[in-house]
C-alpha cells in the first residue's frame, strides 16, 4: 500500500510537492552560539538586559543566507565591540519542543574592550560549579555537557 501511494506522491508536480512540504514538515529557526573558557577553565557569560533569566551563553540567531561561522562572530561584535576567532563546532542540537537549532561553537577572544549595548549589560567569567542563579538550568546543562566533551 505504501509502494503504491508513494508512486502517486511522484505523479504529482514539484509544486505540490514543496507546498506540502512545508505545510507537514516543522520549521525550525536556528541559533548560534560561542563558549569562550578561560585559562581557569571558566566560562565566559552574557548579562542579558531582555531576559528575565538575565545570564547566558553569547548567542543570536543566523541571518538568511549567513554562514553559522560569520553569524557568531558578528552577533558577539554586535553586542561587545570585541573580535573573536571560531575554533571548531562544538555541537549541533535541535529542540523538539520549540523548534530550535543551536549551533555551538567554541571560541576564543581576539581584540577589544567590552562595550555594553542595549542588549548586554555585562560580561563575566563564572566557574562551571558556581554558574548564576538567573540563568537558565538548560543553558547550565549545555555548558556543563560541552566542557566535559573538551
Given at each position: 500500500?505504501?509502494?503504491?501511494?508513494?508512486?502517486?506522491?511522484?505523479?504529482?508536480?514539484?509544486?505540490?510537492h514543496?507546498?506540502?512540504?512545508?505545510?507537514?514538515?516543522p520549521?525550525?529557526?536556528?541559533?548560534?552560539?560561542a563558549?569562550i573558557?578561560?585559562?581557569?577553565?571558566?566560562?565566559?557569560?552574557?548579562?542579558?538586559?531582555?531576559?528575565?533569566f538575565?545570564?547566558?551563553?553569547?548567542?543570536?540567531s543566523?541571518?538568511?543566507?549567513?554562514?553559522p561561522?560569520?553569524?557568531?562572530l558578528?552577533?558577539?561584535?554586535?553586542?561587545?565591540?570585541?573580535?573573536?576567532?571560531v575554533?571548531?563546532?562544538?555541537?549541533?542540537?535541535?529542540?523538539?519542543?520549540?523548534?530550535?537549532?543551536?549551533?555551538?561553537?567554541?571560541?576564543?577572544?581576539?581584540?577589544?574592550?567590552?562595550?555594553?549595548?542595549?542588549?548586554?549589560?555585562?560580561?563575566?567569567?563564572?566557574?562551571l560549579?558556581?554558574?548564576p542563579?538567573?540563568?537558565?538550568?538548560?543553558?547550565?546543562?549545555?555548558?556543563?555537557?560541552?566542557?566535559g566533551?573538551?
Amino acid at each position: 500500500m505504501v509502494r503504491i501511494l508513494l508512486r502517486v506522491w511522484q505523479k504529482f508536480p514539484i509544486w505540490v510537492h514543496l507546498l506540502a512540504s512545508r505545510l507537514v514538515r516543522p520549521r525550525f529557526r536556528v541559533a548560534v552560539a560561542a563558549l569562550i573558557f578561560d585559562e581557569q577553565g571558566r566560562v565566559l557569560l552574557f548579562k542579558h538586559t531582555y531576559r528575565k533569566f538575565e545570564w547566558g551563553l553569547p548567542a543570536g540567531s543566523l541571518e538568511h543566507r549567513e554562514q553559522p561561522e560569520r553569524a557568531v562572530l558578528r552577533e558577539f561584535l554586535e553586542e561587545t565591540g570585541m573580535q573573536i576567532e571560531v575554533q571548531r563546532l562544538l555541537l549541533a542540537e535541535s529542540s523538539k519542543d520549540d523548534h530550535h537549532v543551536s549551533l555551538i561553537y567554541l571560541c576564543r577572544l581576539v581584540s577589544g574592550e567590552f562595550r555594553e549595548s542595549n542588549e548586554i549589560s555585562e560580561i563575566r567569567y563564572f566557574a562551571l560549579n558556581d554558574l548564576p542563579q538567573r540563568m537558565l538550568s538548560a543553558e547550565k546543562d549545555l555548558i556543563r555537557r560541552v566542557a566535559g566533551m573538551l
